[in-house]
């Protein structure tokens, strides 16, 4: 196998052996980093595909997923709104007021907030 080094040389300038440790080092980094890239990418190509399928959205390829809602009888929405990429319901009902946190991009409630009303005659 060929030297990778050069010889060494008689002169005793170090600097020279230290710059192709560097660029040798470098190198091997290079490479290293390169690896990581396409074992995550790979990682991740994979992952995805499990991700989508364990997702219970019904949707035909090219149409947009449909949530729906179950919500009780005389229940009303009485306000929607954008909060970054989260949509806020909230939903008048008799019985009470519920804020629905839903994730439009996967089509799934992430929370839902039951605001109870207060009884009659009870101390606040």
Known sequence: MA???P?????????NRGLWFLVIGLG???LVV????IAMAVKNAFSKKTETSALA?????????????DLPAG??????HMEGTTLLVRISS?????????DPHAAKVIARVKLNKARAGAPP
């Not at 008799?94 to 839903?102: K, L, S, T």
């Open 3 to 5: 030297e990778v080094l």
């Open 7 to 15: 010889p060494p040389s008689t002169d005793n300038k170090p600097g």
């Open 28 to 30: 091997i980094a290079i």
């Open 34 to 37: 390169v690896v990581a890239m």
């Open 57 to 69: 959205v019904t949707s035909v390829p090219g149409d947009v997923p449909q949530l729906a809602l």
């Open 75 to 80: 229940a009303t929405v009485s306000e929607t």
């Open 94 to 102: 008799p019985a009470g007021d519920e804020i629905f946190v839903i």
